[in-house]
C-alpha cells in the first residue's frame, strides 16, 4: 500500500483534550427537521444536515435467519425488508464518494486557513503535554517500538475493559440501579447470561491477542517506513483535533460500506451472523465478532485514519482509545446521561436492515434510517441531560391522558 503521497506531517504542539471530540462522535445521526416530528422532539434533537433524498432502491437487507423475529415489526419494517440489490448499492457508493470526495477537496483547499485560526486560538499553551510526552520518551529509554505497543496496544484496551467491567457488573447483577435504570430494551439481559457473556469475553479476548496485536505491529512498520510516528516533538492541539475529525469521517465511510457488504445474504451468514446473535447487545458484544470481521469491519476503519495521515503516536493512542469507548457505549444497551446515544446501533442489532454507521451521516445519505426515524427509539436518539430515563420521559406507549 502506498500512503506516501498522503503524508501530512505534524509540526507543532498540542494539548489533547479528548472530550470535544467525543462531542463531535456523540453518536447523533444529522437529522432533518421533518414536518411530521412533534415540535418538542426537534427541539430536542442535536444537527439538522440532510445530506440526500432516500433511494428506495438501496439498503434493504434482510437476515435470513432472523425472519421469526422481524414478524413483531410494524408494517413500515415489514415492507422495507427486500433483498439488497447490488445495483442500488453501487449508485449508494457513487452519490457518497461524490458528496465525501468535495467535503475532502474542500477541506483541503481550505485546510491552511483553518488551521491559522485553529492555532491561534489553542497556540501557546502546549508546554505541559510536551513536557509530559518528554519525560514517558525518556522513561522508555527512546525505544520507540515498545512507546507504540503500549499507546496502541496497552492502552487503549485497559481502557476499553475498565470501562467494560462497569457495565459487566451491572449487567450480571442488575446494579447499580443507577446504570440499570437506564437500560434500552427493558426486558433483555436483566441479567445477562453469564455463559454467553462469558464466550464472548473469550471471542473478544482472541481477537485482540491474535488479531489486534499483530495488526499494531504491521502499522508500526507502516508508518516508520512513511515517517516517525515516535517524534519527539508532539503535534499542535489543532492539528490533533483536525486528525481525529478526519479520522472520524474515514472510520464512518469504511465501517458503513463494510458493515453493509457483511450483510449481503451471501456473506452474513458465514460471517457477521456471530456478531448479531446478540440482538440485545452489551459493551463487550461490540467487538464479539468473527474473525475477517474483526480485521476488515472493526479494526482497518480505526487503522486507515492514522495510516493515511501519518499520526503521531499520541494522536493514534487517543483516537484508539476513543474509538473503542464510543463503540463500547453504541454496544452497552444503556442510554446513559451525558454520553453518547447508544440508540442509533442498539436499533441495529434490534432489527438487523436499519443503522448500517456509526455516526449515522452515510445512514441519512442512503436511506437506512428510514424506518429507525419513524420509531420511539429515533426520538429518543439524543443526548441525555437530564436524570430521567427515556424510556420514562418518551415511553413506548402513550399514557392514557395523551
Ligand atoms: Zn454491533
Ligand atoms: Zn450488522
Redesign the pocket.
Known sequence: MNVQPWVIHPRHRYIPRPHTHREQRSASAPRALTTQQPLTTQQRHIGGAHLGSHDTRDSRTRDPDMQGQSASGSSAEQRSRRPESSGGLWDSVKKAAFVIGSGLFLMAAFRNSITWHLQKFWGASGDFWQKQWTNVYHLFGGNEWALFFVGTMVVPTLAFWLFNALFIVADLTGKPTFITRYRIQMDKNNPVDPVKLRQAVKKVLANQVFLSMPMVVVAYKVMRWHGNPCSLELPTFHWVLLELAISGLLEEIFFYYS?RL??HPAIYKHV?KI??EWTAPVGVVSLYAHPLEHVLSNMMPAVIGPLLLGSHLATTSLWFTIALLVTTVSHCGYHLPLLPSPEFHDF??LK?NQC?GVLGVLDRLHGTDSVFRQTKSYDRHTLLLSLTPLNESIPDKPRKED
Do not use: A, E, M, T
Open positions: 458493515h457483511f450483510h457477521h456478531h448479531h441495529h442489532h438487523f448500517y
